[in-house]
């Protein structure tokens, strides 16, 4: 299997100009412990009222369990927050919500059983025009809590 370096970048070409593009193995996480509460905190680079629409898919696996991770999070950052999620496979891991820090950015939550000790995923991206397009997603933190907000 060959490994990239660094992300890797698709585009769709329209008539109309660039549809979107698909980054994938923007941020890796990897936990070897249950300490520390069920809920993953993931702060990113995307303020609100950057109209920035997101499409932030979770790939991977829960060794504990032995079950896929595969879940995902819409958001679109306009004057307020709009946002959703979607679990393609429960039981691993789970898109648990996205919510505002303390400075307006962007947090994106994922919940895992208390019982997970080994689990390792990847996040890729899809930003489509008209908003979003180009846009360097980025994680700026990460923290595990046993809270629903934490930054």
Request: hydrophobic share 35%; net charge neutral; aromatic share 20%.
């Amino acid at each position: 299997m060959a490994n990239f370096a660094n992300s890797v970048f698709f585009y769709r070409q329209t008539n109309y100009g660039n549809f979107g593009e698909y980054k994938m193995g923007i941020y890796n996480f990897t936990t070897t412990s249950s300490v520390g509460g069920n809920y993953y905190h993931f702060k990113s680079n995307i303020g609100l009222s950057t109209y920035i629409m997101t499409y932030l898919e979770c790939v991977g696996h829960n060794y504990t369990l032995a079950v896929p991770i595969r879940c995902a999070f819409v958001s679109y950052s306009y004057f307020y927050l709009i946002a959703g999620v979607q679990n393609y496979h429960t039981g691993g891991a789970t898109a648990d919500g996205v919510y505002l820090a303390s400075d307006n950015s962007l947090v994106y939550r994922v919940t895992v059983p208390s019982t997970t000790t080994d689990m390792s995923f990847t996040f890729n991206t899809v930003h489509s025009n008209p908003t979003g397009y180009g846009w360097n997603f980025e994680v700026t933190a990460a923290a595990r809590s046993n809270s629903t907000t934490y930054y």
